[in-house]
């Protein structure tokens, strides 16, 4: 495939070199995580294969009518419209950095509405459902212990599991009970600790750090572990949350039902929504704003079970 431009020839390798560059960018700019990276290359990589197998050999043949025909090849292949929505913003993101370096000379993405859909309310678990999960690791074993200040950690801050996952023992002021944590896009926030996750936390790094520290040859600064003293990362975070829930609650619940849990019983405690947002290190307030929608519904539950003529 080749794509014109000005005169000259935009060809594939050029246009994978791009891609490279672009996702620099992003990465530089917007402190973007190796996850959001990898979707990104992943989404652009299916929409230049899908342009080069419709014959296009120019960047003008690159127009709105082709890119709803990729919408429909995705809808076709059972993506779900979320995830087309997210392809399509990868699309348009891709496009408008082509056009701002006059690769193209406009952006043919540019007008293109992503699809809309209902947003789904969070996963959120009862302060008792919560209670049961934290009270799930075996404390009387070194690794029990780690995955209890692991999850009180995650209840008590509300932060997201990447943010869990390179945590290091500089940013915790057990002390003061707070820890400094890195967000998307570099920015910094502190995140607040209750006095039973700095117990735990304490336990932790007393009885089974220290254990563990050397297995890896070098030790990592990071607060969590591996048993073989490698950092977790987000996926054993993960897996370790799942390993809980089904032991305790029978069903799976992902690190993110935390931090929504966590936000969702601050609102219901009285905590204002502005003080949520700046907890969990949304950038904007709409972020924030379902969990009020999340609240009605508990609320609206609670009346139609407790009102009698509900």
Known sequence: MSWSHSGSVLDTDTLVTELHAFLEQIRLTKGASVHTL????????????????????????????????????????????????????????????LALKGL???????????????????????????????EGPKVTTLRGVRDRALLELLYSSGIRVSEASSLSLSD??????????????????????????????????????????YRSGSPPQALFLSQKGTPLTSRQIHRIVQFYAMKTLARPVSPHALRHSFATHLLEGGADLRIIQELLGHASLSSTQIYTRLTKTHLKRIYDKAHPRA
């Open 38 to 97: 990898r979707a990104y290359a992943r989404d652009l990589q299916d929409f230049i294969s899908f342009v080069s197998s419709q014959g296009v050999k120019k960047a003008t043949d690159v127009s709105p009518s082709l890119i709803r025909r990729y919408l429909g090849d995705l809808y076709a292949k059972g993506y779900q419209r979320r995830s087309c929505a997210r392809k399509l913003s990868s699309v348009r993101s891709f496009l408008k950095y």
């Open 172 to 213: 915790l002021n057990l002390q003061e009970g707070v820890a400094l944590i890195k967000g998307k896009g570099g920015k910094e926030r502190l995140a607040f600790l209750h006095q039973q996750a700095c117990y735990w936390i304490r336990r932790y790094l007393d009885e089974v750090r220290p254990r563990w520290l």
């Open 104 to 134: 193209l000379a406009t952006n043919p993405a540019v007008d293109l509405r992503l699809p809309r859909f209902p947003r789904p309310l969070p996963t959120v678990l009862s302060p008792q459902q919560v209670q049961r999960l934290l």
